[in-house]
């Protein structure tokens, strides 16, 4: 009539099995969700006199960011025991990250404050098998601290910073954690020969593990550096960017500092392969950098992959 094609009714067979094919798309397994993938595990290494304490907020910040990430507040050298020398504490720290890493596949991030960054950057020279992506510096001094701080003050009570160096380049001054990393800028020599820490770490005395320390080192993945000029501790404060006093106390940048120009423990290569992150932002103490928000969501949480 209207050349329409003729409708064909279901068989009589595919309607008794219908119900049966409904049941079975019901009993089949649902698509899985796209994967993505874990966020790598965080390890935070606290400063002088902290605890694990100290970090809750920063522990927030990472839960509320980056949920379900796997964090590690490392509770070791708490208080008064940050006073430890400064490899005794490394020795414990890599019994502590050592297991951590094994269990991450995909490598893990070190969150590393104050001192801690010298503990975290030591634990990256000794540490063969290490698996470290990002290490975040937060507010270290890299290069040393020359500076009267209340630290200081408290711990050698008739010592100014300018004859410090008479107790911290002494067998007896090496024993107390901030001595291994005193830089005095006018006892260079002291400094290098005394100095059973810094100046190992920074390649600038020659020692039978340096080749592997620094293969060890460039192994890292990134490398992120934060402080800046009100920190008011970390002195100078460029020392958290391995800046530095030169002997008439002017900071010399990192590209003018021998250990960078040496490449004595792989500065100079880590830059050269986009491998530094430098992220400095006023505005901030000493004992603020692990709290601040602007701080986390500019400088710490986009290399938390």
Same mark, same amino acid.
């Given at each position: 009539?209207?050349g329409l094609?003729?409708?064909?009714?279901?068989?009589?067979?595919?309607?008794?099995?219908?119900?049966?094919?409904?049941?079975?798309?019901l009993l089949?397994?649902?698509?899985?969700?796209?994967?993505?993938?874990?966020?790598?595990?965080?390890?935070?290494?606290?400063?002088?006199?902290?605890?694990?304490?100290s970090?809750?907020?920063?522990?927030?910040?990472?839960?509320?960011t980056h949920?379900?990430?796997?964090?590690?507040?490392l509770?070791?050298?708490?208080?008064?025991?940050?006073?430890r020398?400064?490899?005794?504490q490394?020795?414990?720290?890599r019994e502590?990250?050592?297991?951590?890493?094994?269990?991450?596949?995909?490598?893990?991030?070190l $969150? /590393?404050? *104050?001192?801690? &960054?010298l503990?975290?950057?030591?634990?990256?020279?000794?540490? @063969?098998? =290490?698996?470290v #992506?990002?290490?975040?510096?937060?507010?270290?001094?890299?290069?040393?601290?020359?500076?009267d701080?209340?630290?200081?003050k408290?711990?050698?009570?008739?010592?100014?910073?300018?004859?410090?160096?008479r $107790? /911290?380049y *002494?067998?007896? &001054?090496q024993?107390?954690?901030?001595c291994n990393?005193?830089? @005095?800028? =006018?006892?260079? #020599?002291?400094?290098?020969?005394?100095?059973?820490?810094?100046?190992?770490?920074?390649?600038?005395?020659?020692?039978?593990n340096?080749?592997?320390?620094?293969?060890n080192?460039?192994?890292?993945?990134?490398?992120v550096?934060?402080?800046?000029?009100?920190?008011?501790?970390?002195?100078?404060?460029?020392?958290?960017?391995?800046?530095?006093?030169?002997?008439?106390?002017t900071?010399?940048e990192m590209e003018?500092?021998?250990?960078?120009?040496?490449?004595?423990f792989?500065?100079?290569?880590?830059?050269a392969?986009?491998?530094?992150?430098?992220?400095?932002m006023a505005g901030?103490?000493?004992?603020?950098w692990?709290?601040?928000?602007?701080?986390?969501?500019?400088c710490?949480?986009?290399?938390?992959?």
């Amino acid at each position: 009539m209207l050349g329409l094609p003729e409708r064909r009714l279901p068989s009589a067979e595919f309607l008794l099995l219908l119900p049966f094919l409904l049941l079975l798309l019901l009993l089949l397994p649902a698509a899985p969700a796209p994967h993505r993938a874990a966020y790598k595990p965080v390890i935070v290494v606290h400063g002088l006199f902290d605890s694990s304490y100290s970090f809750r907020h920063l522990l927030e910040y990472i839960n509320e960011t980056h949920p379900g990430t796997a964090v590690t507040v490392l509770d070791l050298f708490d208080g008064r025991e940050s006073l430890r020398p400064l490899w005794e504490q490394v020795q414990g720290f890599r019994e502590a990250v050592a297991p951590i890493m094994a269990k991450a596949l995909q490598g893990v991030h070190l $969150i /590393c404050y *104050s001192q801690g &960054g010298l503990v975290c950057r030591a634990l990256l020279s000794v540490m @063969d098998e =290490h698996n470290v #992506d990002s290490f975040i510096s937060l507010s270290s001094p890299q290069m040393g601290q020359y500076g009267d701080t209340n630290y200081l003050k408290w711990l050698f009570p008739t010592s100014m910073r300018s004859n410090l160096y008479r $107790i /911290c380049y *002494s067998p007896w &001054g090496q024993e107390f954690s901030i001595c291994n990393y005193w830089h @005095d800028p =006018h006892h260079d #020599d002291l400094y290098l020969n005394a100095s059973s820490f810094l100046a190992l770490i920074n390649g600038e005395r020659d020692h039978p593990n340096a080749t592997a320390w620094r293969k060890n080192f460039l192994r890292l993945g990134r490398l992120v550096l934060i402080g800046g000029p009100d920190d008011g501790v970390i002195t100078p404060w460029q020392s958290s960017f391995f800046g530095f006093y030169d002997a008439n106390e002017t900071v010399l940048e990192m590209e003018k500092q021998l250990v960078y120009l040496r490449d004595s423990f792989g500065l100079k290569t880590l830059l050269a392969r986009g491998a530094i992150v430098r992220c400095p932002m006023a505005g901030i103490s000493h004992t603020a950098w692990h709290s601040n928000r602007t701080l986390y969501e500019t400088c710490i949480e986009p290399w938390l992959s």
